[in-house]
């Protein structure tokens, strides 16, 4: 958890305002990832914040990486899940809805999408702003293709359009997981860069704009080969 960024939020809007050391920024909005614990490997968690556009690019803001949390068990990814909630006001987590039991346990879980008791209890919520703060789970594009999520994000990373916060990409390059090549296309991938393409397929499906872009035949705007799967930017 980054506890050098502060974020507050609005009741009816998904804009956040984030403070760090270094200033104000605004969000448009702060969606999440979820990738399910596949033992041995852990479950993963992460937030990307939508920076608000500028006039030249109305559409899609920039996008920056700015937490993420990893958990061996369910229970962990959930208490993970509520806490990067909370602390960045995030109104929307990506997740594979082929594993209906966590789905349905997330989709119900008090402190995330519900309130059912009293949650300013610091040890068991220290990021809690109020029960007006809630999120929904949902259905990630591609979930059953990791290889799309992984090719947005790995385009996105070299074409700047997405950014990782510092203390964020030096914890991945520790780990081994950044930087992130088309040879991991080949291998298997990492928990936070399953959650992390989640995030960058749901925007890539529906950019921001007057309407929400619909996207009902990806055989259109996908291209398979043996290795992976590409894409392409479309208008919407």
Not at 48 to 62: A, H, R, S
Not at 154 to 179: I, M, Q, R, T
Not at 220 to 234: A, P
Request: hydrophobic share 35%.
């Amino acid at each position: 958890m980054n506890k050098g960024i502060e974020t507050s939020g609005y009741r009816t809007s998904e804009t956040v305002i984030a403070r760090t050391g270094k200033g104000k920024y605004d969000f448009r909005r702060m969606w999440g990832g979820i990738a399910w614990p596949e033992f041995p490997k852990p479950g993963a968690v992460c937030v990307v914040g939508e920076f608000m556009p500028n006039k030249e690019n109305v559409g899609l803001g920039q996008l920056v990486l700015l937490d993420k949390g990893e958990e061996k068990t369910i229970d962990g990814l959930l208490r993970e899940t509520i806490n990067l909630k909370d602390h960045y006001c995030a109104k929307r987590f990506y997740v594979d809805e082929r594993n209906e039991g966590w789905m349905e346990t997330f989709k119900r879980a008090d402190g995330l999408t519900r309130y059912e008791k009293e949650h300013d209890d610091k040890k068991f919520f220290p990021y809690f702003k109020g029960e007006w703060l809630l999120a929904f789970i949902t259905e990630a594009p591609q979930a059953d293709n990791p290889e799309f999520g992984l090719q947005i994000v790995s385009d996105w990373l070299n074409d700047k359009k997405l950014l990782v916060e510092k203390g964020v990409k030096e914890a991945l390059e520790a780990e081994g997981v950044f930087p992130v090549t088309q040879d991991r296309l080949k291998e298997d991938i990492p928990p936070v860069i399953k959650a992390l393409g989640f995030v960058l397929a749901a925007y890539f499906k529906k950019p921001f704009s007057g309407h929400e872009g619909q996207i009902t035949n990806w055989d259109n705007h996908i291209k398979k080969d043996k290795d992976y799967g590409e894409y392409r930017e479309v208008t919407v």
